[in-house]
Structure formats: structure tokens, C-alpha cells
């Protein structure tokens, strides 16, 4: 049982460049949604999918785009990526029930010089 | 608005010390849910627990123990002997409604996170 799984791993990207983050959760979750850490901030929302179908910003949505494919994939572009975006993405998905806890892929490590 | 504070940025203990890490929230909602993540040094987040606000139950899982408490808005997380695999960043959450209804939770508030480092 696979979980959360984003690709890539490692990305470096050079300003003005862009690129997609890929997410697919094989555990049936209705939600999903995207976070980035930075060091000494935590994690932070960027986009959400409460459900299939929807999507919603989170509280740093600038920069970026979403993508709910279906109930498995999440996706998260960058269009014209900047080095304030350097930092580490994470999936995460969870069930409707209200007391599940959020399930997180391992992460992807995006550089932008 | 919402908000999750972990005032300890680093903590550093020698093997077999107990620790306390401590997490201070605000939200003006009446259920909510408390979350304590691990983050080892190979970055996965690991889920460790759940508190929602009608249970102030302490709850204790082998060397791990939480204190919830919401007199003071506090949620914090005690170490009992601890050992050096304890070493990582652990982090506080806070789940609330994603919808008026308060029919779906899923966006979790994270706290800066404790950075805790276990000597041997």
C-alpha cells in the first residue's frame, strides 16, 4: 500500500521556469491538499480539494495552480517559478471522517536559482 | 484567525531525560481538532495524535504522553526517557472546517515546529 506518492523527489529550476508537482493517493481519501515548509514557519497551505471537483486556495495560493484530475491526483504547477518558491512540498490526503488525521507523501525538494 | 504557537525552536537533551514540548493555540471554534506530528531527519511527517476538544482525557502511548488542556489552550507533548531515535522536529496542528457547515476538516494550522535533539 503505496500511500501518498509525489514526484519528484528533487527538482532545481531556474527562474521563469515551469513545472508540475505530481500527487496520487491509492487510499480512496476524498481530500487533498498541498503544503510547503520552510525553515522556522512550519507547514503552510497553499491549495486544498476538500473533494473531487473542487479546489480551493489555502493561505499561500500566489504562484501557483492546482489540478484535482480525479479522486486519486492532486497536482501542483508552478508557472513561472521564482526563488521564493524554493522550499519543500508536501501531498497530503485524509477521509471525510472529521477526526482522521491528514496522511503526507514524503516530500519533493524544489530549488529555483 | 487561527493560530498555533510552539515557543521552543530548538531543544537539546541528553539520552534518558524527559522533555516537554509545548503548543499554545487560539481559534474561535468550538470543535476543533489537535494534532502532533514527528518529522525525522529523513523528512517523512509522521502522524502520532489526535485530541478533539471534548476530550481532555490525557492520554499516554508507551514513553509518549499529551496534555491537553482548554483552560489554557494548550496541547503538550512529553517525552519520558528519552532516547536518541527521539531526535527530529515535531510539530503541532490545529484541524478546523473547510466549509460553513463545519461538515469537512482537513486544514490543518501547523505550529513553526520544535527542533529536539537527543544526546547520547
Redesign the interface.
Known amino acids: 500500500n503505496a500511500g501518498v506518492t509525489q514526484t519528484p523527489k528533487f527538482q532545481v529550476l531556474k527562474t521563469g521556469q515551469s513545472m508540475t508537482l505530481q500527487c496520487a493517493q491509492d487510499m480512496n481519501h476524498n ?1 487533498m ?1 498541498w ?1 510547503r515548509q520552510d525553515p ?6 497553499i491549495y ?1 480539494s ?2 473531487e471537483g473542487t479546489t ?1 486556495k ?1 493561505e499561500v495560493p500566489n504562484g501557483y495552480n492546482v489540478s484535482r484530475l480525479n479522486k486519486r491526483e492532486f497536482s501542483l504547477r508552478l508557472e513561472s517559478a521564482a526563488p521564493s518558491q524554493t522550499s ?1 512540498y ?1 501531498c ?1 490526503s ?1 477521509d ?1 471522517n ?2 482522521s ?4 507523501g ?2 519533493t525538494r524544489l530549488t529555483v536559482t | 484567525a487561527q493560530k ?1 504557537t ?1 515557543a521552543q ?1 530548538e531543544i537539546s537533551v541528553v539520552e534518558k531525560e524527559d522533555v516537554t514540548l509545548d503548543c499554545v493555540y487560539e481559534t474561535r471554534d468550538t470543535t476543533y ?1 489537535l ?1 502532533w ?1 514527528k518529522q525525522p531527519p529523513s ?3 509522521v ?1 502520532l495524535i ?1 485530541r ?1 476538544s471534548f476530550d481532555e482525557q490525557n492520554e499516554i502511548s508507551g514513553r509518549y504522553s499529551w496534555n491537553f488542556q482548554k483552560s489554557t489552550s494548550s496541547f503538550n507533548f512529553t517525552i519520558t526517557a528519552s532516547q536518541v531515535v527521539d531526535s527530529a522536529v515535531y ?1 503541532c ?1 490545529l484541524s478546523e472546517p ?2 460553513a457547515g463545519g461538515t ?10 520544535t527542533i529536539l535533539t537527543v544526546h547520547p
Request: proline fraction near 2%.
Open positions: 481530500s491538499y503544503y522556522g514557519m512550519g507547514l503552510r497551505l486544498y476538500a473533494s480551493d489555502g519543500v508536501f497530503a485524509k471525510r472529521r477526526n488525521p491528514l496522511h503526507f514524503n516530500g | 498555533v510552539q525552536t481538532y494534532f506530528y523528512g517523512e511527517l502522524f489526535r478533539n510539530f496542528a473547510l466549509n469537512s476538516y482537513g486544514k490543518l494550522t501547523f505550529g513553526q515546529g
